[in-house]
């Protein structure tokens, strides 16, 4: 107890003082501030900063640094901020550059647009970050700081085109400007520019607040016109929900087409006919019936008819006079027969419902396409588990049109048996449209006498085949996976197999089915009887095309039998 009052008495603490160097009684005010203020916001500390060096001459500062380490960033950020380039000089003379570079002061004397003390720190090798430093003087708008990085570093150094997209965001026209008058030399401005201003035009528009001044928007619209990039306009406008903002400077030259409507609102995730009557909404001369309105719904149809877009075709016509629709309607018949093509039902029906002709050359396509041939037939005869529902409704609409299934039957078989292509097809449609023609002798007459002589024409077709394959075999004799194209689908020969094996099996199958026809005709056959005709030539082992081969097979003799049949009735 006697210690701790001595201790802590005066006269032991005059001592000790007595003995200390101190410190002067001018730097006890900041030592305060630091340690009553952390963290120091730096408004704060410059108000507290400048008071201070108010009453102090600079020869104190250095003497402050010394004495109170934690004064050594303030002082030297505020001398950044506020241009005091002598602050700074007195920093550099007692600790160096090395503990200058310890603070980012080129940002901050960027950010606040002092040239002068960029130009000291450029001087004494200070300046670490210039992308950075051009940065925040675009956000700040401070020209004259961009000017002298321009003037000082080579254009690689301190440009960043996310440099412009900042002063766009903070609508500072001047930096701007500057910016964007730097860029467009270079090669990267050419194939970037209408890029570029579609996404600093969105980024300005993004922001709604400070709102955009009018000469920035003029400048914008300028620009844009000037490089005849238009449609960026609607494009940014329909993005950002602001169109009527632009709207004094729009006229009806400013036509976007529906492509690049479609893709910006594709962009967006948004519906392309929303984005569309949106636009009618917003703009006067497409707001109210006149022929420059009519004219843009002519194009936006005519777009439409290309692009096959249902919804957008459906609404413009509400509107037009019907004689101008009928009227583009059978300019654009070529879109009508791509419709079918690509078995668009609803497409179509639009067609047809406004005058569009559907001829019969167009539905005999239609049946007979190679893209949907196979399912349809499986369709027809009720084996629709392959096909998809889409195709469901595209087949109903083709049946009714070309007069029910047993007539699309016929029209197929009749079309196989010219075509001698896809036999198969014959065996898998004979038997429902024989069941279906049963009263009428004529039409089965013609089909059957069509179909006999398909046996002969297509034995020949396989030697030649045959004949391509093992040529092929002997360009490449490595290669024994031949594919030959042949009415426009693929023939896949099985692999591995030994060149004479080949042209030995197809003339086999072709003098085995000239027997067929011959015996037939002679009444000598035995498959009258359901007897089961032996593959000539095929080895025991089954292969893909053992398979193809068994199929056809059973298709001729299903020719065989139907002729014996109608041979014996007589």
Not at 451 to 480: E, F, G, L, Q, Y
Not at 494 to 505: D, H, R
């Amino acid at each position: 107890m006697a210690s701790h009052v001595v201790f802590t008495s005066h006269e032991l603490l005059r001592l000790v003082c007595a003995h200390q160097c101190g410190m002067p009684q001018d730097m006890f005010e900041f030592r305060a501030f630091l340690w009553s203020n952390r963290p120091v916001c730096p408004s704060t500390a410059d108000k507290f900063v400048s008071h201070w060096l108010d009453g102090h001459v600079l020869p104190r500062v250095a003497l402050l640094v010394q004495h109170v380490p934690f004064a050594r960033k303030f002082i030297a950020e505020f001398a950044a901020r506020h241009g005091r380039v002598d602050i700074l000089e007195v920093l550099t003379n007692v600790f160096g550059v090395s503990k200058l570079r310890w603070w980012d002061l080129d940002e901050e004397a960027a950010s606040c647009g002092h040239v002068a003390t960029l130009k000291y720190l450029w001087s004494i090798d200070y300046i670490q970050d210039v992308p950075k430093c051009a940065l925040q003087a675009a956000v700040g708008g401070h020209v004259p700081v961009l000017r002298f990085l321009q003037t000082t570093y080579a254009f690689e150094k301190w440009f960043r085109t996310s440099t412009m997209e900042a002063a766009a965001a903070k609508k500072q026209l001047k930096a701007l400007q500057l910016l964007y008058a730097v860029w467009s030399p270079t090669e990267e401005c050419v194939t970037k520019r209408g890029h570029m201003l579609r996404t600093l035009l969105s980024t300005m528009l993004a922001t709604r607040e400070p709102p955009a001044p009018r000469s920035m928007l003029e400048w914008f619209v300028g620009e844009i016109r000037h490089h005849h990039s238009s449609k960026l306009l609607v494009e940014a406008f329909l993005a950002t929900d602001m169109l009527p903002t632009f709207v004094p400077y729009l006229d009806d030259t400013n036509h976007v087409s529906l492509l690049d409507l479609l893709s910006w609102t594709s962009f967006l995730d948004g519906d392309v006919l929303v984005q569309l009557q949106k636009l009618f909404l917003a703009l006067p001369w497409l707001r109210e019936p006149n022929p420059s309105q009519m004219d843009t719904k002519r194009r936006y149809l005519a777009e439409a008819m290309e692009l096959m877009n249902l919804p957008v075709m459906q609404w413009l016509p509400a509107d037009m006079p019907a004689d101008d629709v009928v009227a583009l309607v059978r300019e654009q018949s070529h879109f009508l027969a791509l419709a079918m093509h690509l078995c668009n039902v609803d497409v179509v029906c639009f067609y047809e419902a406004h005058g569009g002709a559907i001829s019969d050359a167009l539905l005999h396509r239609a049946v007979v396409a190679e893209s949907s041939k196979l399912k349809l037939v499986k369709w027809l005869v009720h084996d629709a588990a392959h096909v998809t529902k889409s195709l469901d409704g595209w087949f109903s609409w083709l049946v009714d049109r070309c007069g029910g299934r047993v007539a699309v039957m016929g029209r197929m078989l009749k079309h196989e048996a010219q075509s001698n292509a896809w036999i198969d097809i014959f065996s898998m449609l004979y038997e429902p449209w024989l069941a279906a023609m049963k009263d009428d002798e004529a039409e089965k007459d013609r089909i059957m006498k069509s179909w006999v002589t398909i046996a002969d024409t297509w034995s020949r077709n396989k030697v030649a085949d045959a004949v391509v394959a093992s040529n092929a075999m002997k360009r490449k004799p490595d290669h024994r996976d031949v594919h030959l194209y042949r009415q426009g689908y693929h023939r896949w020969w099985y692999t591995k197999v030994e060149q004479k094996g080949l042209k030995t099996k197809a003339r086999n199958e072709g003098r085995k089915i000239k027997q067929i026809v011959a015996k037939k005709e002679r009444g000598h056959d035995r498959t009258s009887q359901g007897a089961k005709i032996p593959l000539v030539g095929v080895a025991e082992k089954t292969t893909p095309r053992d398979e193809v081969h068994k199929q056809l097979d059973q298709s001729v003799t299903l020719l065989v039998n139907m002729k014996l049949t109608d041979d014996t009735n007589e």
